[in-house]
């Protein structure tokens, strides 16, 4: 009776190790793809929220590039003040300095397009242009140079200048970062399904080493004759 009973319970144990077997390997399936589907979500959330956040930098970077040249833009109505103080200081060179800045200020721009980008950055170059042949006619006008406060806005000018080339140059570097990264695979991927588009750089001004032309001879018989 009692081998009866060991082998019944011999019987029983298998049974019960069977019935557990098939259940992990019913539950095994689902684990796997469930620990998959996990893995995947984690990958896109991860590589979402790093284009986010790149993309927010280049919005950043942005931001700055705007706000030197709005500095910029602020200092020239002084300037031209002050120059217009100078006895016979040349007319046309105000005129272009004020309708170049005028030009640069009515223009709208979409930072995510090629174009705004482009008419922008050509508006700037002509109020550069038209200050830098300011400043170099200024340089026949000793009295105008002298003075304390057309020295303290050429400062200004000349310190805004080199921010504005270090916030451009800095905006092209994270727009190349954020580019390289939505072009990446397989972030590629998830770039085009969540409307993630390459951003534009800023060129190099055209002639931006060239100093402008300038006839001191011009000015100084225009002087004469006034």
Excluded: C
């Amino acid at each position: 009776g009692s081998r009866l009973l060991h082998f019944w319970l011999i019987v029983y144990k298998i049974r019960a190790i069977s019935k557990q077997e098939v259940v992990m390997k019913n539950w095994k399936i689902p684990a796997i793809i469930g620990g998959v589907v996990l893995l995947l979500i984690m990958i896109v959330a991860g590589s979402y929220n790093g284009m986010v956040a790149s993309r927010e930098s280049v919005n950043t970077a942005w931001s700055k590039v705007e706000s030197q040249y709005q500095r910029r833009s602020d200092l020239i109505p002084n300037l031209v003040n002050t120059v217009k103080g100078a006895a016979n200081f040349e007319q046309e060179t105000l005129t272009k300095v004020v309708e170049a800045r005028a030009k640069a200020t009515q223009i709208k721009v979409d930072a995510n397009n090629p174009d705004d980008i482009a008419k922008f950055q050509q508006a700037q170059s002509e109020v550069s242009s038209s200050l830098s042949r300011l400043l170099a006619v200024a340089e026949n006008y000793p009295q105008l140079k002298a003075t304390e406060n057309f020295k303290d806005l050429q400062s200004q000018l000349e310190g805004t200048e080199n921010r504005i080339t270090v916030a451009r140059n800095d905006f092209n570097d994270v727009a190349k970062s954020y580019n390289t990264k939505i072009k990446s695979f397989p972030t590629n991927l998830l770039a085009g399904m969540f409307g993630f588009k390459e951003r534009p750089y800023f060129e190099s001004d055209a002639g931006v080493n060239k100093a402008p032309s300038v006839d001191f001879n011009a000015a100084n018989s225009t002087k004469q004759e006034n």
